[in-house]
C-alpha cells in the first residue's frame, strides 16, 4: 500500500502523546503516502475538554497545530517522537506484524460491510511486537487481532486490537478503519506561525493474499 485514509479510535485507559501527562489519545483521522508523509487530526482528552490538534509529517520535519490557537508550528519537544506514521512502517508496523506477526490465526467466516463481503480472521500478537509498532502505547503482554478483508480486492479494510491485560473487565480496545487505497494524496508544509517552539496459523491464499498488499 503506497497510500491510504485512516480513522483510529481509542477506548479504555489513558494514554499521553506528551511527557508531561496532559494530552490522552483518543482518536486520529487522515492520510499517509510512503515513505514517509502523513496529515493527520488527532482528538485528545486534556483536563478541561477535548482537542484536536492537526499533525504533518514530512520525514523528518513534523508539525503540529498548537491545542488554543490553532496555528502550526514544529512539533513541541515535549511530545518527543510522537508521530502515527509508525503504524506504517515497513519493518515494525501493521504491515510487518500482518506479514509475520500473527499467531493462532483463524477464519472467523465471511462478514458483510458497507455492502461488502469481507474474510473476517482472528488471533494473537505479542505486546513487544505491539509496542514497537505503537511507539509503547500498547505493551502490556499478548493482545488479540481481528481483521476483516475486502474479498473483491483483498485490501485490509478493517482492525480491532484488544488489550486484555489492561483491564480484564473492561480491556482497551483500538479500532482501525482503512479507505481509499492507493489514491493520490498531496501533503505539504503548513504555513509557521512562528509562535509554536521549535523541537530541540492460517496458512491459505486469503490471508497470503491480503498481506501481501501490505509488503
Known amino acids: 500500500v503506497e497510500s491510504l485514509q485512516f480513522d483510529i479510535e481509542r477506548d479504555g ?39 484536536e490538534i492537526g499533525m504533518i509529517v514530512l520525514g523528518e520535519d513534523q508539525y503540529a497545530t498548537e491545542p488554543i490557537t490553532g496555528e502550526w508550528g514544529r512539533l513541541p519537544p515535549e511530545w518527543g517522537q510522537f508521530s502515527l506514521l509508525v503504524l506504517f512502517d515497513p519493518d515494525t508496523g501493521l504491515q510487518a506484524v500482518l506479514r509475520d506477526g500473527i499467531s493462532d490465526l483463524q477464519l ?33 503482554g499478548d493482545v488479540t487481532l ?19 491485560e489492561t483491564d480484564p473487565d473492561d480491556p482497551t480496545t483500538w479500532e482501525f478503519e482503512f479507505s481509499e487505497p492507493e489514491q493520490p494524496v498531496d501533503i505539504s508544509a503548513p504555513p509557521i506561525s512562528g509562535h509554536h517552539p521549535a523541537p530541540e496459523h492460517v496458512d491459505n491464499s486469503i490471508a497470503q493474499t491480503a498481506l501481501s498488499r501490505w509488503q
Open 108 to 140: 472467523v467466516g465471511v462478514e458483510e460491510i458497507n455492502g461488502r463481503p469481507h474474510y473476517h480472521l482472528t488471533g494473537r500478537v505479542s505486546g513487544e511486537r505491539m509496542s514497537a509498532m505503537t511507539l509503547g502505547f500498547i505493551g502490556r
Open 13 to 51: 485507559a489513558l494514554a499521553y502523546i506528551d511527557t508531561d501527562g496532559l494530552l490522552a489519545f483518543k482518536r486520529a483521522e487522515g492520510v499517509f503516502k510512503l515513505p514517509d508523509q502523513m496529515r493527520t487530526v488527532v482528538r485528545v482528552i486534556t483536563a478541561i475538554t477535548p482537542v
Open 146 to 164: 481481528d481483521v476483516w478483508i475486502d474479498a473483491d480486492d483483498f485490501y485490509v479494510r478493517r482492525l480491532r486490537i484488544v488489550e486484555p
